[in-house]
C-alpha cells in the first residue's frame, strides 16, 4: 500500500464520475491534453484572461473547454467551480511558479501528487537534504570564499532562469562578485547535463519496483540555456565580462539525449533512493519527477536538483522516447499521467496519487 494522501472530503467532489483532468494553458499543458484525451478523459484549460489561441493549431492537443481567470493569483477564487466540474488538476512548472507554493498547497481541489512535496522541493537546504539522505551525491556547497578551491557558481535565491548566477574559476576570481542579494556558492561541475525523467507509481505492482510500486524511465533531456550556450562563440568569458557581457542559464528550449547503458543501473539507484526516502521524510513523491545532474568524466552523476511534476523537457516525447517505447509505444509522460489516474480509479487507489 501507498500512504493515504488524500481526505474522504477532498475527493468527494469526484464521487461517481469520470473526473476531469485539467490544467494551466502553459509549460507542458498541450502533451498534458493530448495525454488525457488519448486516454478517454474530458480536458479542461484554466487560461489567464483568454483562451491562447496556439491550441487551434494543435486539433489534439486542444482542451474540451476552458476556464478564464484575469490572473493566475485569481485562481483560489474559481476552485468552487473547479470542484462542480470534477476536476483533478495537473501541476507543471510554471503552475506552481506563477500561483506560488504556498496558495498551490491550499487549493481546494484534488490535486495530481502529494502537495507535501511542494516544501521540500522550493527550499535549497530542505532538498539537498533530502538527496543527500537519499544517497545522491550533490555540488561541494561553500559557505564561505574563503573555503573555495576550484571552479564555482554563484546562484542567487529564487533566481528564476539562472539569471545573474556568477561564474568564477577560482577564489582569487571570485573576489570580483558583488552580491545583491542571498546567494550560495556552488561546486561548478565539469561534465555533461542529463535531465532525467522519472515516473513514480504507488499503486503499480510490476516493473523496477520501489517504495510500495516502481519506478519508470519516461525519457531524458538536456536544457538549450541563453546565453551561455553560445556564449563562446564571441570569445572567452574573461574578455566578455570584461566588456560587462555575464553569462546567464535562462532556458529556452529541450534537447532530446539518451544515457551509456552502462550508467542506467546507477540512475535508476538513484531514483529508487529518492522515492524511498521521500516516503519517509512526508509521505513520498508521487508521479513524474526530474533528477538534473551533470555526469562527470569519472561518470559519477553529480544532481544539483530535483523537480517534482512534469518537467518541460517531457515534451519532447509527446509519441514516445528511446525509454518509454520500451514500455509502451507511444507513450509520453502525459499520458502516463493519466493512466495513473485510470488505474487508480479502477482499483479504489485514488486516494494514494492525489492530494
Ligand atoms: P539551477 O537554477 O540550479 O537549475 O541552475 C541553472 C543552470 O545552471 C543549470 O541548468 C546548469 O546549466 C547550471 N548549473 C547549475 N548548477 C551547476 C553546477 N553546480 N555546476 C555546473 N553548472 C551548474
Same mark, same amino acid.
Given at each position: ?5 488524500a ?25 498534458i491534453? %493530448? ?17 491562447p ?22 485562481l ?9 466540474e !470534477?476536476?483533478?488538476?495537473?501541476? %507543471?512548472?510554471s ?55 576550484g ?5 542567487y535565491y529564487g ?7 556568477f ?13 545583491t !542579494?542571498p546567494?550560495?556558492i ?10 532525467? %525523467?522519472?515516473?513514480?507509481?504507488p499503486?503499480?505492482?510490476?516493473g ?44 529556452? !528550449? ?20 529518492v ?14 519527477f526530474?533528477?538534473?545532474?551533470i555526469?562527470t ?11 517534482t511534476?512534469i ?19 507511444g ?10 489516474? %485510470? ?13
Open positions: 500500500m501507498g500512504t493515504v494522501l481526505s474522504r472530503a477532498r475527493l468527494s467532489c469526484l464521487e461517481g464520475r469520470r473526473p476531469t483532468i485539467a490544467t494551466l494553458c502553459s509549460h507542458s499543458s498541450l502533451q491534453f %493530448h495525454g488525457a484525451r488519448t486516454e478517454g478523459f474530458p480536458t479542461l484549460g484554466i487560461a489567464t484572461g483568454a483562451p489561441r496556439f491550441y487551434d493549431a494543435f486539433p489534439l492537443a486542444r482542451p474540451d473547454r476552458f476556464v478564464t481567470v484575469p490572473t493566475v493569483k485569481d483560489p477564487s474559481v476552485d468552487g467551480r473547479l470542484r462542480d !470534477g476536476v483533478i488538476l495537473i501541476p %507543471h512548472g503552475f506552481v511558479e506563477y500561483l506560488g507554493a504556498t496558495a498551490f498547497g491550499k487549493l481546494d481541489v484534488p490535486v495530481f501528487g502529494n502537495r507535501a512535496v511542494l516544501d521540500w522541493e522550493s527550499d535549497r537546504r530542505k532538498s539537498r537534504e533530502w538527496l543527500e539522505s537519499a544517497g545522491c551525491s550533490m555540488p561541494e556547497r561553500y559557505e564561505d570564499a574563503s573555503e573555495v578551491d571552479p564555482v557558481i554563484v546562484k533566481a528564476k532562469g539562472g539569471k545573474g548566477f561564474l568564477a574559476k577560482n577564489r582569487e576570481a571570485l573576489a570580483d562578485f558583488q552580491p !542579494g546567494y550560495v556552488q561546486e561548478y561541475v565539469l561534465g555533461t547535463r542529463y535531465y532525467m %525523467h522519472f515516473f513514480y507509481s499503486i503499480s505492482d510490476r523496477y519496483r520501489a517504495g510500495s510500486g516502481s519506478i519508470e524511465l519516461l525519457g531524458m533531456d538536456r536544457r538549450d540555456e541563453a546565453n551561455i550556450d553560445e556564449l563562446y562563440k564571441l570569445g572567452a568569458q574573461e574578455e566578455l565580462l570584461r566588456a560587462g557581457i555575464r553569462p546567464t542559464f535562462v532556458v529556452t !528550449g529541450n534537447v532530446p539525449v539518451v544515457l551509456r547503458e552502462s550508467l542506467l543501473p546507477r540512475a535508476f539507484e538513484l531514483a529508487a533512493g522515492v524511498e526516502r521521500s516516503i519517509e521524510l512526508f509521505g513520498g513523491m508521487v508521479g513524474p526530474c533528477l538534473e545532474g555526469m568524466e569519472d561518470l559519477e552523476f553529480k544532481v544539483f536538483e530535483i523537480s511534476r518537467v518541460a523537457g517531457t515534451n519532447l516525447f509527446i509519441s514516445g522516447s528511446p525509454y518509454s517505447d520500451l514500455i509502451e509505444p507513450l509520453s509522460t502525459g499520458r502516463r499521467i493519466a493512466q495513473e489516474i %485510470h488505474r487508480a480509479r479502477e482499483t479504489g487507489r485514488l486516494d494514494e496519487i492525489l492530494s
